[in-house]
RNA sequence: GUGGGUGUAGCUCAGUUGGCAGAGCACCGGGUUGUGGCCCCGGUUGUCGUGGGUUCAAGUCCCAUCACUCACCCCA
């Protein structure tokens, strides 16, 4: 059997729905707090992503999906957002006049990592950026974006951690000082620690293994190295929070993967068991769009995870499809013709006409509609034919009724329009 | 990439020490020559994930492989 490739997904039809639901429900979110669509490739230049995320992430060493195209050139199926919304906003100068821009996009990112739950190969995000402002207003507007769409989705027992990552003239301190003060506790750490300590020393304070934790519990936080400037716009960030009400705990663990962070950094965190407790998840990126060849315009964001966020929406009834407003029982080759012209008509009307298109007795079609929930059946078989006058049944009733061929369909237009 | 678990009907799952592949739901037909829901009767549905091996005999034991799943790494 032809299967599709691991780590991929077919979204089926009683799913779908729920996605929909999401997808609604941000972009309406998102036009009442001025936000406006940019669309961008599934496809970049494989450079892009390794200057934004950083060359040691995980990401960029061994998780994308990169390709030689004809030409020979690498290109790499995009494996987050952000890079691609920086390089448009850059190529299209988007800055000129008013720098100031609120975008969002919603799409697949694809990375090759092993699947789990709520993890595939090809995932898919909700993206917001905003550029033109290092206020950290913006980013408490952000989070209070983020609590509402998931408020208005009805998922609760949700809460903000928040952190500010420092900037260029602060995080170095804070680094060195993580390094001197790992190196004094080598013994203690495991493998995948000795490795971090070197190359992304931030992610020694997430390791899950307990004796690190032990190891770094005592370890340097970055909120006592904050500069000066830093502070002040975490504290304001913070206030900003608090003023919206927006349930908030300061997290000084919370380090993000991605190289372009800076100060303000969030994630959204569920208490379902799991490992996979992260819904959503962002920060600034002051640097960025001066790093990818654009002025030095600073800017932050967010990301949804839609695979995460629509297992945790999904109601537990399936959705099915509308229930027809109109179930045509046909028998007979002649009657069947006549009753898929009629099924058509109605449904240019914008009434849902189902049938059967199969050879089946009445009592089978019959049974269907009553299974499909259709308001009304209209039977017609060889004596309506030869009295050109159509049984129509009121389901719920139960009541039926003789009506002519010319007046039939006006009827149900009637009847659906106005029930009763 | 690493480690554990699981693959039997469309779905949820049973399947004994190796001995004719099952149940419920769903689907189809009948009970009513052309009238739904409830009920009753009957029927269909399988590469037992795939490929090899052991055996008189494999869903069952062994090996490999693929997929799913959980955790790690990492991340949304």
Request: hydrophobic share 40%; charged share 25%.
């Amino acid at each position: 059997m032809m299967q599709l490739i691991r780590g991929f997904r077919d979204i089926l039809p009683g799913e779908s729905a729920h996605w929909q639901a999401i997808e609604e429900a941000a972009r309406r979110l998102f036009a009442d707090f001025g936000f406006q669509e940019i669309r961008i490739p599934l496809l970049e230049k494989t450079a892009l992503f390794a200057r934004s995320i950083g060359e040691d992430t995980d990401i960029v060493e061994k998780e994308m999906y990169t390709f030689e195209d004809r030409k020979g050139d690498l290109i790499t199926l995009r494996p987050e957002a952000t890079a691609s919304v920086v390089r448009a906003y850059i190529q299209h100068k988007l800055y000129a006049g008013d720098p100031f821009h609120k975008l969002f996009t919603i799409g697949p990112m694809f990375r090759r990592e092993r699947p789990q739950k709520g993890r595939y190969r090809q995932f898919y995000q909700i993206n917001a950026e905003v550029f033109g402002t290092d206020s950290p207003l913006i980013d408490a507007q952000l989070v209070y974006i983020l609590m509402t769409l998931l408020g208005r989705l009805g998922v609760s027992g949700v809460q903000a951690h928040v952190n500010s990552l420092g900037c260029p003239v602060c995080r170095p301190d804070f680094k060195a000082a993580l390094m001197v003060f790992a190196l004094g506790r080598s013994a203690a750490l495991c493998a995948d620690c000795l490795r971090r300590k070197e190359k992304n020393p931030l992610r020694l304070l997430d390791c899950k293994v307990p004796s690190c934790r032990e190891a770094m519990a005592q370890a340097p936080e970055m909120g006592t190295y904050l500069c000066p400037d830093c502070r002040e716009h975490f504290q304001r960030f913070l206030s900003a929070l608090s003023r919206l009400n927006v349930p908030h705990v300061p997290d000084s663990r919370l380090v993000r993967g991605l190289d372009y962070y800076t100060r303000s950094t969030f994630e959204i965190q569920t208490h379902v068991p799991g490992a996979q407790n992260a819904i959503a998840g962002g920060g600034r990126y002051d640097g960025l769009v001066k790093a990818l060849g654009g002025p030095d315009i600073p800017a932050t964001g967010f990301a949804i995870g839609l695979d995460r966020l629509a297992e945790i929406v999904k109601k537990d009834s399936q959705s099915a499809p509308g229930r027809p407003d109109v179930f045509i029982a046909a028998l007979g080759g002649k009657s069947r013709e006549k009753a898929f012209e009629w099924a058509c008509r109605l449904g240019e009307k914008g009434i849902f006409a189902e049938m059967d298109f199969g050879d089946r007795g009445l009592k089978a079609q019959m049974k269907r509609a009553g299974k499909l929930d259709a308001r009304y059946v209209i039977i017609i078989g060889e004596s309506e034919l030869s009295t050109e006058t159509a049984v129509l049944r009121d389901m719920a009733a139960a009541r039926q009724e003789d009506v002519p061929f010319s007046l039939l369909l006006g009827t149900v237009i009637e009847r659906i329009g106005n029930p009763h």
